[in-house]
């Protein structure tokens, strides 16, 4: 294969993954077909499975990086302690994570059926893992309402169109940071 194919090819995947994205944002992961999926690009559903094998698989594409982002992350903060810089270094992990890709992280937060899916499943658990490292081995009813309240500012932050993540990542970090520890 050439290599101006190899970048056709590439290009072709990731035009794929960028509707689905717009589509699964706008009808649901249920309401987007296969035929809406390749309709915008001017593909065949034969050129988009020569990519995916289906829909779910378009999905995972979709949740790659975010997956693959929580998988590292995870595997960081098992290191960490429960001291306060640890803590305050685990949400700006977090935080950063989500930054890279709110809208898919979105996407999986807001629609039942991906939640219902294999990414979503493993990308739920993987939250049930951060969760966990925040409230601790024992946690008070307490420990549990700051976790949430700390994950809670990460996110919803992020969530507002127009703000630009960089530039308040460290107020962001540093309230959720302030919740978490009641400082």
């Known amino acids: ?61 979709l949740a790659e990086k975010l997956h693959d982002g929580s998988d590292a992350l995870l595997d960081r903060i098992r290191d960490f302690d429960q001291t306060p810089e640890a803590m305050s270094e685990a949400l700006g992990q977090y935080y950063d994570l989500l930054a890279d890709d709110i809208h898919v992280f979105r996407l999986v937060y807001n629609d039942a059926a991906i939640q219902h899916s294999p990414i979503g499943q493993r990308l739920r658990a993987q939250a049930r893992e951060f969760y966990a490292y925040l409230v601790g081995p024992e946690p008070s009813v307490e420990d549990r309402m700051r976790a949430a309240g700390a994950v809670g500012i990460i996110r919803l932050s992020l969530e507002q169109r127009g703000v630009e993540p960089a530039q308040y990542r460290d107020v962001i970090v540093d309230r959720a940071f302030r919740v978490m520890t009641d400082v």
């Not at 994205?21 to 809406?36: E, K, N, V, W």
């Open 1 to 61: 294969m050439v290599d101006s194919d190899k970048q056709n090819l590439a290009k072709t995947k990731i035009q794929i993954l960028e509707n689905a994205r717009q589509l699964f944002a706008t009808h649901g992961y249920d309401g987007t077909s296969i035929r809406q999926l390749t309709a915008g690009l001017n593909i065949t559903p034969a050129a988009l499975y020569y990519h995916f094998a289906s829909k779910n698989e378009v999905l995972e594409g």
